[in-house]
């Protein structure tokens, strides 16, 4: 039933081990009970899809956040994701628990999720670069201390290369009797708004594990797992340490394709090229490709900027500068991507903003999620309150106190009062533009395409300007209702700009 192949060398980094995990129904898997620790962006999606998909394992969902379980016990779920509500309403209190109750959870499971969030260490040493592992420690203490039995357990988080061992170290220092751990990397790749397409049709399944006849079972039971719904072919096991790192190298990949484009579009401003066009004829290239090739105000998320400076790190510890080096221009190039466009309002807008209304349309990162974490509208809010605007916010899916919170965060402003008088959240697109000197749209949102502009221009203060960070609205319209607009990597009709007074210049 399973082969294994040693495909190269004796050491644990270079070994490629490959399982043939067979067809479900000839195994006699164990896997009764799943816990997973941390009810994120996440576990919560994933453990969803897991429930659905494999009606006859239990999956508890655990979190120390009372609040965010008791949101998902409720009929208002704690994240916004298309499609989430209802695999929840199918499978919650059928096999799908939501729990405070960590320790019964643990004791139960046979295989243990740890999808606790991993942030950019904000102190000591690798500040500002490395993960900050305390929360997945926090999760392998308290396996080590309650666990009962056999359990897999499986590093679902990114982390740092080697973070197994670390797991491992800390599982195995109890040495209880009749305790027995093997642990898997599994990271997961699937993208916010479009999270449970991603799990359900997943492009791959990648599962790490120990190089041992026990590290092989345990992966062949997490292969069991996914082979519900997931083709084999689909499903690609090797070592440990190669799993870890290929989760950082995909998302340093897909951050470089952005950076690659927003470089471009810079090019593109400065000579009458136009990056929509370019971004077209380059990724028709079929060794290129098209995805990620979309030019924008900068890429947000909490993953892109975190793990690859995370993966910075790795490699100036690893005594490799040059590579650390070279991806960490890959964020350089995203904070001057959205310096570039903050910069490009300010200075359209005849060099101040001081005490003008300025309305911007999307919060979140991207469209389809509530989530702000990095948004490059915090970026652009920041620049614009810097500069004595008065902002006017519309997201669809963002929580106010969210907004709030994100602007009145210590790394955006000493003056958290001055900030909260300066903006005003709306819950309709057209109240939030009206009366407003510019709009800046900094998500892509679908509405934000169909809005009525005629209607927005009359209600606005003249020149009326629009700055479209994202690409997506039909400039040519614009233009001839009378709006004076802007966007990334192409010229549009020439807006009057004033670079200091005095000195106006045509763009
Ligand atoms: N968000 C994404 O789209 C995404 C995609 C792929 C991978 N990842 C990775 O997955 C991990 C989780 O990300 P997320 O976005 O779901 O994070 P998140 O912040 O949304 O959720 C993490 C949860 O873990 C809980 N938690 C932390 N320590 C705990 C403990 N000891 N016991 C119980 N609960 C605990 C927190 O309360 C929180 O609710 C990160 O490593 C991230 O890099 C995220
Ligand atoms: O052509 C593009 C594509 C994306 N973006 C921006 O890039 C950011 C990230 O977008 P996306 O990757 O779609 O969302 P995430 O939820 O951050 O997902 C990324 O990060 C996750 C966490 O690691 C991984 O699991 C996913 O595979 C990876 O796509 C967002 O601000 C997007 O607006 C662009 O500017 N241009």
């Given at each position: 039933m399973e082969s294994v192949h040693l495909i190269s060398g004796s050491q644990p980094y270079v070994n490629e081990v490959v399982f043939d995990c067979g067809m479900l129904d000839d195994k006699k898997m164990v896997i009764k009970k799943i816990c997973c620790i941390g009810a994120g962006y996440v576990g919560g999606p994933t453990c969803s899809v897991i429930a659905l998909k494999c009606p006859e394992i239990t999956v508890t969902v655990v979190d120390k956040s009372m609040d965010r379980i008791a949101q998902w016990n409720s009929d208002k779920l704690p994240i916004y994701e298309p499609g989430l509500d209802e695999v929840v309403r199918e499978c919650r209190g059928r096999n799908l628990i939501f729990s405070t109750d960590i320790e019964t959870a643990i004791k139960e499971a046979d295989l243990i999720f740890i999808s606790v969030n991993t942030p950019?260490?904000?102190?000591?040493?690798?500040?500002?670069?490395?993960?900050?592992?305390k929360y997945v420690e926090g999760a392998a203490r308290m396996i080590a201390e309650v666990a009962t039995g056999n359990k897999i357990v499986v590093e679902k988080s990114t982390v740092p290369v080697r973070a197994a061992e670390s797991i491992l170290n800390i599982l195995r220092a109890?040495?209880?009797?009749g305790v027995s751990y093997q642990i898997l990397s599994n990271p997961e790749f699937l993208a916010e708004g479009t999270a449970i397409d991603d799990l359900l049709k997943a492009d791959r399944v990648l599962i790490g594990g120990e190089d041992t006849p026990e590290g092989h079972a345990a992966v062949e039971e997490l292969c069991w797992v996914y082979e519900h719904w997931i083709s084999r072919t689909n499903i690609i096991t090797t070592n440990t340490w190669s799993s870890e790192l290929s989760k950082l190298a995909a998302n340093a990949f897909l951050a470089q394709r952005i950076s690659s484009i927003n470089s471009l579009s810079a090019v593109c401003e400065a000579t009458g090229a136009d990056i929509s066009e370019v971004a077209r004829a380059v990724g028709l290239d079929s060794r290129i490709g098209s995805k990620f090739l979309q030019a924008s105000v900068g890429f947000g998320g909490s993953c892109f900027q975190k793990d690859i400076l995370n993966l910075v790190y790795i490699c100036e510890c690893l005594n490799l500068p040059e590579v650390a080096a070279y991806w960490q221009q890959v964020i350089d190039m995203n904070e001057y991507q959205k310096s570039r466009f903050s910069t490009k309002v300010v200075e359209s807008l005849f060099n101040t903003v001081s005490g003008k209304q300025i309305t911007l349309l999307g919060f979140a990162f991207k469209k389809d999620t509530g989530d702000t974490r990095e948004s490059p509208a915090i970026h652009v809010a920041k620049t614009l309150l810097d500069e004595g605007a008065k902002l006017h916010i519309y997201d669809p899916k963002v929580e106010p106190s969210q907004i709030v919170d994100d602007l009145t965060h210590p790394s955006v402003t000493e003056e958290p009062e001055s900030v909260k008088n300066s903006i005003t959240i709306h819950s309709d697109p057209y109240t939030a533009t009206m009366g407003t000197h510019a709009i800046v749209l900094c998500t892509e949102w679908d509405e934000f395409m169909v809005l009525d502009y005629e209607r927005i221009y009359k209600g606005m203060m003249k020149p009326a300007h629009i700055f479209d960070g994202r690409k997506i609205l039909d400039h040519d319209r614009l233009i001839k209702i009378g709006f004076q607009v802007q966007t990334i990597g192409k010229r549009l009709a020439r807006p009057l700009i004033t670079r200091t007074w005095g000195s106006p210049y045509q763009a």
């Open positions: 950019t260490k904000t102190f000591g040493n690798g500040k500002g670069r490395a993960a900050d592992l109890n040495n209880r009797p």
